[in-house]
């Protein structure tokens, strides 16, 4: 697979087959994707890599977590912009109604969205996952360094075979999360990432996200 495959064939994948994911392969895939560019080469990513009865743990955990109540962990950072602006609030909208059309849950079934909202803290049943932090110090060019590395991980998944998801709605329960893990006090989540085979039948992986047409996020001048 070239890196052009790569690009085209990544998508944020939300229903895995069980097949297991070689431990060898992640390992070698987080520590190549460490070869990102980063501001002063900080490198500012690290990564809780999980399988095994590790994340079956924490699984079972976030379920009785949801069961208490939708009320989140005090958050540590905003997910979005408040009051988000044209063309972004318009995208924002389109690829969560395109998704819950492939689910068949319309926006009257409030129970129906919650539900799968909720598959995205058993990782949509992915055999893998991680989470990425940063260190709270550091700031917003040492978060895009994180997405550098995020990116050029799940590149690498796809030469692999493998799928991802990445997924900020972990950081609504960060302390949840630093009880199980035991991050050091400086760290802070920034987002989750399922991994794992996509499931080839389920609807919601048909999703083919649009973009934004090329003259409304790129200039060219004199080329
Ligand atoms: C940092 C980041 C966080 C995301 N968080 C979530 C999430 O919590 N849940 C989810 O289902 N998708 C999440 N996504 C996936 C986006 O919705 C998806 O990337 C976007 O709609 C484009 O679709 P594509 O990834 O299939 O190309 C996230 C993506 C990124 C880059």
Request: proline share 8%; glycine share 6%.
């Amino acid at each position: 697979m070239n890196v052009t495959e790569a690009v085209n064939t990544r998508r944020s994948v939300r229903a895995f087959l069980d097949t297991p994911v070689s431990g060898e392969v992640l390992r070698e895939a987080v520590a190549l994707a460490a070869r990102s560019a980063s501001g002063g080469n900080l490198q500012p990513w690290r990564l809780y890599v999980l399988g095994g009865d590790t994340l079956t743990d924490l699984k079972a955990r976030m379920q009785k977590r949801l069961a208490t109540g939708p009320t989140s962990d005090p958050t540590e950072y905003e997910i979005y912009p408040p009051d988000l602006w044209e063309p972004h609030r318009t995208e924002r909208y389109a690829v969560g109604e395109e998704m819950y059309a492939l689910l068949g849950t319309p926006r009257t079934d409030k129970a129906g969205r919650m539900r799968q909202f909720a598959r995205n803290f058993q990782f949509f049943d992915a055999p893998a996952a991680l989470f990425c932090y940063v260190d709270r110090r550091m700031g917003r060019p040492q978060w895009s360094d994180l997405g550098m590395y995020l990116q050029t991980l799940m590149l690498l998944l796809r030469e692999r075979g493998l799928d991802s998801c990445p997924q900020e709605c972990w950081s609504v329960y960060p302390k949840t999360i630093a009880e199980f893990l035991q991050p050091p006090e400086e760290l802070m989540l920034f987002c989750g990432m399922a991994i794992g085979y996509a499931d080839p039948d389920a609807p919601v992986n048909s999703l083919r996200t649009r973009r934004l047409p090329l003259d409304q996020f790129a200039t060219f001048r004199g080329i």
